[in-house]
Nanobody, 128 residues
């Protein structure tokens, strides 16, 4: 199982970014997926997760209405579309997957604890 996150960068407040997580070595559609972030000096946070239902994904309150998680099982890709970015969104973002699938909120509510496979992070900086 391999995961590679990309798409981070420096943007101004209000702008958008799309993070991509390229996956390989497993059948993506059978796995729980999640995006997590960690800012300097802060604990890891579950940003968005999908478990047993692709619809009604879980989103942290701080990103609801601005971020959208999706996956393309045919391309083995996971995405996080981030709109209306704010300085407080600045963090290193990680994608993660696990073969044990629970509800959509399960892994995000646990800050990713229990997820077996993680990609290297991609840094998102939102600053004017």
């Amino acid at each position: 199982v391999q995961l590679q996150a990309s798409g981070g960068g420096l943007v101004q407040p209000g702008e958008s970014l799309r993070l991509t997580c390229a996956t390989s070595g497993f059948t993506l559609g059978h796995y729980a997926i999640g995006w997590f972030r960690q800012a300097p000096g802060k604990e890891r946070e579950g940003v968005s997760c999908i478990g047993n239902r692709d619809e009604n994904a879980y989103y942290a309150e701080s990103v609801k209405g601005r971020f959208t998680i999706s996956r393309d099982n045919a391309k083995n890709m996971v995405y996080l579309q981030m709109n209306s970015l704010k300085p407080e969104d600045t963090a290193t973002y990680y994608c993660a997957v696990d073969a044990i699938v629970y509800s959509n909120s399960y892994y995000c509510e646990r800050q990713g604890m229990g997820m077996d496979y993680w990609g290297k992070g991609t840094l998102v900086t939102v600053s004017s």
